[in-house]
């Protein structure tokens, strides 16, 4: 008999069925017992009369891993309307060691810092999981909407023999007794294969070794990351990143729906065009002084709340960041040389996104490298591809466990993280 899962048990009332998974609970009852199956689609009902199985039952131990045969059912009180009666069980491994929490209650009440300790159990929590659901749907989404505009997945290395892309916050390793590191960015390799397919993307880990330690900061994170060519200005990437988050939003909704219900929350609209503002205007919008730098996330805060109460927007785009502020291959602002040709994109209230025009001339590269006083040297392997000729181009990196907690409310990053590594945890 094959097995089926839980969601599939309305299709099949007045039939014998085969569910395998987890014990979620069981209860015990004067005349009834219930043990409640939990398998990778959801929970399942099972009803327990025959004194022999109530008495197996009793024995079982919850997240142990069961076979239950039995009849399916009719009963609107159930899950789903449906349960499973007369059944048999058995047992398909040694009954498990229950984890330091309660799975089956509706919110995990541990610590996070104990679920994270305990990850591989705690993930199977509903509302942990239905993170990771998301996570995965808004990947999809992301690859869908690029395939269908002509963009090719690229897999570029993460051990790379330069700490210069973007400072001196990485992590440092030993190759055969060479000096190397872990790739903070595929910043240089994505642009470089715009030199080939014209259109690329990556979905990889980025490694920071920058000793945050804040709810939105993570030492090794997945980066979806963007690369196009031709482009007028910083503008055209800015409406591919619209149409990006769009398809990751809808991808989620669709694949994702029940995720999100579990979590009780709503997918949020993407404006057919995102509201953006100038970097100078976004200072006096958060009151900030006007020789800000930089955007401190209180100020950010601010603008997420005008977004949302000026457009009704989740989403703002801040362009124009000082030059001073940005990557040597950032394209100026031909208007204002000071300004750079990049944004930020906030999502309710949080960067979520850099991106912008990159440089494409060689002579570009070797001037904005000597005004800042760096070394062609280390960027070589670099720097010389443009001197092969490259189209204007730019590009954009989401981080994809802040895009998810920000979706779904979370109040820390490492909630919707599997297996997070950060300043403190290394394992498990």
């Known amino acids: 008999m094959q097995r089926i899962l839980s969601t599939q048990l309305p299709a099949h009332v007045g039939a014998t069925v085969r569910l395998a998974g987890w014990v979620h609970r069981c209860r015990l009852l004067k005349s009834v017992a219930f043990l409640i199956l939990r398998d990778a689609a959801g929970l399942a009902q099972v009803v327990v009369a025959a004194p022999a199985v109530r008495e197996q039952i009793e024995t079982l131990t ?3 891993v069961v076979e239950v045969v039995g009849t399916v059912a009719a009963n609107p009180a159930a899950p789903a309307g449906v349960e499973v009666v007369e059944p048999t069980v058995r047992p398909l491994g040694p009954p498990a060691v229950p984890p330091p929490f309660d799975l089956y209650r509706p919110v995990l009440a541990a610590t996070l810092p104990t679920q994270l300790d305990h990850a591989p159990t705690a993930l199977r929590h509903p509302s942990r999981s239905a993170a990771l659901r998301i996570s995965a749907a808004a990947v999809s989404g992301f690859r869908a909407t690029l395939d269908g505009q002509g963009f090719v997945e690229v897999h570029t290395p993460k051990v790379v023999a330069s700490s210069t892309e973007s400072g001196a916050n990485v992590f440092a390793l030993d190759w055969f007794g060479r000096p190397a590191y872990l790739a903070q960015s595929p910043q240089f390799y994505k642009q470089l294969m715009v030199g080939v397919f014209e259109r690329v993307y990556e979905v990889g880990p980025v490694f920071r070794a920058e000793p945050h330690d804040t709810a939105r900061h993570l030492a090794q994170y997945t980066s979806l990351d963007v690369e196009l060519g031709f482009v007028a200005d910083h503008r055209d990437v800015m409406a591919v990143l619209r149409d990006t988050l ?4 809808a991808t989620v909704g669709d694949r994702a729906g029940g995720a999100l219900a579990t979590l009780g929350v709503t997918a949020p609209a993407v404006p057919d065009e995102i509201p953006a503002v100038h970097f100078t205007e976004a200072l006096k919008i958060a009151g900030a002084p006007a020789d800000e730098p930089d955007l401190a996330p209180g100020h950010e805060r601010a603008l997420g709340e005008w977004a949302l109460r000026e457009y009704g927007s989740d989403f703002l785009f801040v362009t124009g960041y000082p030059m001073a502020k940005r990557p040597f291959y950032t394209h100026p602002d ?10 930020d994109l906030l999502f309710r209230g949080v960067e979520l996104v850099t991106g912008g025009q990159r440089l494409h001339r060689h002579a570009d ?3 904005a490298l000597a005004a800042r ?7 070589a392997g670099y720097v010389d591809a443009f001197r092969h000729g490259m189209p204007p181009h730019g590009g954009f990196a989401i981080g994809l466990e802040r895009f998810v907690a920000r979706l779904v409310g979370a109040a820390n990053v490492r909630e919707v993280t599997a297996f997070p590594r950060d300043l403190h945890r290394l394992t498990p």
């Open 246 to 249: 769009a398809g990751m939003v």
């Open 334 to 343: 031909p208007a204002r040389p000071a300004y750079s040709n990049g944004f």
């Open 62 to 64: 919850e997240e142990t």
């Open 365 to 367: 590269y070797l001037a």
């Open 373 to 379: 006083g760096e070394p062609v040297e280390p960027y």
